[in-house]
């Protein structure tokens, strides 16, 4: 046997034994040649660069998210997390039930029992996703980085400010308030966008009581101090108002006797009616029901501006412009996008759009690799009439210039899961098939159409285009459906499941995402609430309110939660709101 083959099979023999014995082997060999340590060198060095090669090759993707909310939160949950290199990068490091934030300022419930951690929540990801407690400051689009900052204010040593890389990036950081630039709204309104609003609101509440008590006011000084103006008449508003006005009746009507007959709730809105979105009889029985209970409801109302002691607003019916004295403003008229998603927009071409426009994939309009969610997105649809002589030509198999009802009938999934409009087209006209769209102009079916019936057809589809509401239900859904996708990458690449591309060849890789609306509620104090349910269904009454503390319970993102929220609710029948300042 050669000493060159000798040693050969001795490394193989050796190859799981550590450095240490294979140097020993070479040291004992080295006499036979120089030749034979330099062939054991060379054939570790490969060994090493194969490692290397191999390691590079299986190197995980990035996905960073931006935003703990509830579609960051909904997309983290679902996600496969071993298939990515998963980082997380949001100011708070809570993940907060926002639907309850207005039972949260009277005390109804408390503040942490609406919260989950986010570490809690990553930790039973078997530690494979990493946070970082920072606000993303400026996103670079070019090169995919982003620039992050810790921003709690103290005095521990270490750089605040970091930059990630991403591969993809999905942003999902909601919106903040929208004041209209309204003059003096900043520095004297409240908002209830966060948790921190929602404790500072209690605290002010009975700073209001406390101060309306003291020796020496007037009467009107003391009802000046307890009137409690909320602008806006969405759900956010109409629900505070509606809790305000249980604590006060319920619990501080006894705790300040002195002053019980000087409460006083208004309600602005600038629309014609209160909970607008809405069926209109919920709407109606909120504003019934507001009047019973003594809260006065302002519709037709602008306020253009608000200083420490006066909000000022105009009646879009006179023309009149008034001035009303308060003791505090809630403001909750909508949102608007943050200043980095605009930084961000401007960069992609997107500067002229007040919100960051996706596809149907949410994916966002002119940036590679970057998705955009919830509040801080639109989901931009495609118009049908931009594609109809695709679609024509796709469904016209045998070119005749003519499509027949068979032929039809082969795009007609594809269509309704591309345009959504078109099926929201066919309910509103009450039509069961999008077949019975093929009829000449005086209604009569007929077996075939050209370009010009058929785009006579679907024109009016577009009209149906709706943008989704900015609520807790759609950024859920939309983060379920995006960790669907990005768990299914690899298996769909070459195997797309999505509807027919009518412009070009083949198939979407994913279906587009579709909202689906599982109903609303609208809590109205005294045990009382409104519902509206899929199917047209309207609830109003005790019962819903029921309903309503059955699905909150079970929506809770974690059993901790759960428990507190609905020990928080027992403990509230017994022995009330607690009034502290706390």
Same mark, same amino acid.
């Given at each position: 046997?050669?000493?060159?083959?000798?040693?050969?099979?001795?490394?193989?023999?050796?190859?799981?034994?550590?450095?240490?014995?294979?140097?020993?082997?070479?040291?004992?060999?080295?006499?036979?040649?120089?030749?034979?340590?330099?062939?054991?060198?060379?054939?570790?060095?490969?060994?090493?660069?194969?490692?290397?090669?191999? $390691?590079?090759?299986? #190197?995980?993707? @990035?996905? /960073?998210?931006?935003?703990?909310?509830? =579609?960051?939160?909904?997309? !983290?949950?679902?996600?496969?997390?071993?298939?990515?290199?998963?980082?997380?990068?949001?100011?708070?490091?809570?993940?907060?039930?926002?639907?309850?934030?207005?039972?949260?300022?009277?005390?109804?419930?408390?503040?942490?029992?609406?919260?989950?951690?986010?570490?809690?929540?990553?930790?039973?990801?078997?530690?494979?996703?990493?946070?970082?407690?920072?606000?993303?400051?400026?996103?670079?689009?070019?090169?995919?980085?982003?620039?992050?900052?810790?921003?709690?204010?103290?005095?521990?040593?270490?750089?605040?400010?970091?930059?990630?890389?991403?591969?993809?990036?999905?942003?999902?950081?909601?919106?903040?308030?929208?004041?209209?630039?309204?003059?003096?709204?900043?520095?004297?309104?409240?908002?209830?966008?966060?948790? $921190?609003?929602?404790? #500072?609101?209690? @605290?002010? /509440?009975?700073?209001?009581?406390?101060? =309306?008590?003291?020796?020496? !006011?007037?009467?009107?000084?003391?009802?000046?101090?307890?009137?409690?103006?909320?602008?806006?008449?969405?759900?956010?508003?109409?629900?505070?108002?509606?809790?305000?006005?249980?604590?006060?009746?319920?619990?501080?009507?006894?705790?300040?006797?002195?002053?019980?007959?000087?409460?006083k709730i208004t309600v602005i809105q600038s629309g014609d009616h209160i909970?607008?979105?809405?069926?209109?009889?919920?709407?109606?029985?909120?504003?019934?029901?507001?009047?019973?209970?003594?809260?006065?409801?302002?519709?037709?109302?602008?306020?253009?501006?608000?200083?420490?002691?006066e909000i000022t607003m105009k009646l879009k019916a006179k023309?009149?412009?008034?001035?009303?004295?308060?003791?505090?403003?809630?403001?909750?008229?909508?949102?608007?996008?943050?200043?980095?998603?605009?930084?961000?927009?401007?960069?992609?071409?997107?500067?002229?759009?007040?919100?960051?426009?996706?596809?149907?994939?949410?994916?966002?309009?002119?940036?590679?690799?970057?998705?955009?969610?919830?509040?801080?997105?639109?989901?931009?649809?495609?118009?049908?009439?931009?594609?109809?002589?695709?679609?024509?030509?796709?469904?016209?198999?045998?070119?005749?210039?003519?499509?027949?009802?068979?032929?039809?009938?082969?795009?007609?999934?594809?269509?309704?899961?591309?345009?959504?409009?078109?099926?929201?087209?066919?309910?509103?006209?009450?039509?069961?098939?999008?077949?019975?769209?093929?009829?000449?102009?005086?209604?009569?079916?007929?077996?075939?159409?050209?370009?010009?019936?058929?785009?006579?057809?679907?024109?009016?589809?577009?009209?149906?285009?709706?943008?989704?509401?900015?609520?807790?239900?759609?950024?859920?859904?939309?983060?379920?459906?995006?960790?669907?996708?990005?768990?299914?990458?690899?298996?769909?690449?070459?195997?797309?499941?999505?509807?027919?591309?009518?412009?070009?060849?083949?198939?979407?890789?994913?279906?587009?995402?579709?909202?689906?609306?599982?109903?609303?509620?609208?809590?109205?104090?005294?045990?009382?609430?409104?519902?509206?349910?899929?199917?047209?269904?309207?609830?109003?009454?005790?019962?819903?309110?029921?309903?309503?503390?059955?699905?909150?319970?079970?929506?809770?993102?974690?059993?901790?939660?759960?428990?507190?929220?609905?020990?928080?609710?027992?403990?509230?029948?017994?022995?009330?709101?607690?009034?502290?300042?706390?």
């Open positions: 046997m050669t000493i060159l083959s000798f040693f050969t099979r001795a490394s193989r023999a050796f190859n799981g034994y550590p450095s240490s014995s294979k140097l020993l082997l070479l040291c004992t060999l080295s006499l036979s040649g120089g030749g034979v340590v330099a062939y054991s060198e060379a054939q570790v060095d490969a060994s090493k660069t194969s490692v290397q090669v191999n $390691e590079k090759d299986c #190197k995980k993707k @990035r996905v /960073v998210v931006l935003g703990t909310g509830w =579609a960051g939160i909904s997309f !983290l949950k679902d996600l496969d997390v071993s298939a990515y290199d998963v980082q997380v990068v949001s100011p708070r490091n809570y993940f907060a039930f926002t639907p309850l934030l207005p039972s949260v300022t009277c005390g109804t419930v408390e503040a942490r029992s609406i919260v989950e951690p986010v570490r809690n929540i990553i930790k039973k990801r078997n530690g494979e996703i990493q946070f970082w407690e920072a606000e993303c400051m400026k996103i670079d689009a070019a090169n995919k980085k982003l620039l992050c900052r810790y921003t709690v204010e103290n005095n521990l040593v270490g750089n605040d400010e970091f930059s990630l890389e991403y591969d993809y990036l999905v942003i999902a950081v909601g919106a903040q308030v929208n004041t209209f630039n309204t003059p003096g709204v900043l520095e004297n309104c409240h908002f209830l966008k966060e948790v $921190e609003d929602a404790q #500072k609101i209690r @605290r002010t /509440v009975i700073d209001c009581f406390e101060k =309306a008590v003291l020796p020496g !006011l007037s009467e009107e000084e003391r009802r000046i101090n307890l009137h409690f103006v909320i602008v806006g008449g969405g759900p956010t508003g109409v629900e505070f108002a509606a809790e305000l006005h249980d604590f006060f009746q319920e619990d501080l009507v006894n705790l300040y006797p002195s002053v019980k007959d000087m409460v909970l607008n979105m809405f069926d209109e009889r919920i709407s109606s029985f909120a504003e019934q029901k507001f009047q019973r209970d003594g809260i006065e409801v302002q519709t037709g109302s602008r306020v253009i501006s608000v200083s420490d002691k023309g009149e412009i008034c001035s009303v004295p308060h003791g505090l403003v809630v403001w909750s008229t909508g949102v608007e996008t943050r200043p980095f998603v605009k930084d961000f927009m401007g960069q992609i071409g997107q500067a002229n759009r007040r919100v960051l426009a996706t596809d149907e994939w949410l994916r966002v309009k002119g940036c590679e690799d970057v998705y955009a969610l919830g509040d801080c997105a639109t989901i931009n649809q495609r118009k049908v009439m931009e594609d109809i002589a695709a679609i024509f030509k796709a469904a016209d198999k045998d070119n005749s210039g003519f499509l027949t009802v068979e032929e039809f009938k082969d795009v007609i999934d594809d269509i309704l899961e591309r345009y959504p409009q078109v099926e929201h087209y066919l309910k509103s006209k009450h039509l069961r098939d999008v077949t019975d769209l093929m009829k000449d102009s005086e209604g009569n079916d007929i077996d075939e159409v050209d370009i010009e019936g058929f785009k006579l057809a679907l024109c009016q589809a577009d009209s149906q285009v709706k943008n989704l509401p900015a609520t807790a239900q759609v950024a859920a859904q939309q983060g379920a459906y995006l960790s669907k996708c990005f768990n299914r990458k690899s298996k769909w690449k070459d195997n797309p499941e999505g509807p027919r591309r009518f412009r070009g060849s083949g198939r979407h890789q994913f279906h587009p995402f579709q909202y689906k609306h599982l109903g609303q509620f609208a809590p109205l104090g005294g045990e009382q609430a409104a519902a509206e349910l899929p199917g047209d269904w309207v609830s109003v009454g005790r019962s819903t309110q029921w309903l309503w503390y059955s699905v909150y319970a079970s929506k809770q993102v974690s059993w901790r939660t759960r428990v507190l929220v609905v020990s928080d609710w027992t403990r509230r029948f017994i022995f009330g709101r607690d009034s502290s300042r706390i």
